[in-house]
């Protein structure tokens, strides 16, 4: 069974710093790029970071402004997102997303397989 698993969100103060993680299993990983979206309450999934199977320079959205970092084990079979400077605006529902391509799309049906999501709640 295919299956993306988040973990790591919470509620934190504006300015702290989280890790998010996400566990793949049932796919063979290394053939996968791997991103993570966010959607908050009433808006549109919106795509925060990505990286190639490749394992190449990663990309992020606009408003990251180098405030996270993704990166894969491809032991562990995870990706993860560090989180520093998390602000208001960024809380929402993080969700992981793998595509069997090489290549990092930010469009969200681009991507065949989705976790669940995990709740990122940062106050002010």
């Known amino acids: 069974q295919v299956q993306l698993v988040e973990s790591g969100g919470g509620v934190v103060q504006a300015g702290d710093s989280l890790t998010l993680s996400c566990a793949a299993s049932?796919?063979?990983?290394?053939?996968?790029?791997m991103a993570w979206f966010r959607q908050a309450p009433g808006k549109e999934r919106e795509f925060v970071a990505g990286?190639?199977?490749?394992?190449?320079?990663?990309a992020y959205g606009d408003f990251v402004k180098g405030r996270f970092t993704i990166s894969r084990d491809s032991v562990k079979n995870t990706v993860n997102l560090r989180m520093t400077s998390l602000k208001p605006e960024d809380t929402a529902v993080y969700l992981c997303?793998?595509?069997?391509?090489?290549?990092?799309?930010?469009?969200?049906?681009?991507?065949?397989?989705w976790g669940q999501g995990t709740q990122v709640t940062v106050s002010s």
């Open positions: 049932g796919l063979i990983f290394s053939r996968y790029s």
């Open positions: 990286q190639r199977r490749n394992g190449a320079t990663p």
């Open positions: 997303a793998a595509v069997n391509y090489d290549s990092i799309y930010r469009v969200a049906r681009s991507y065949e397989i």
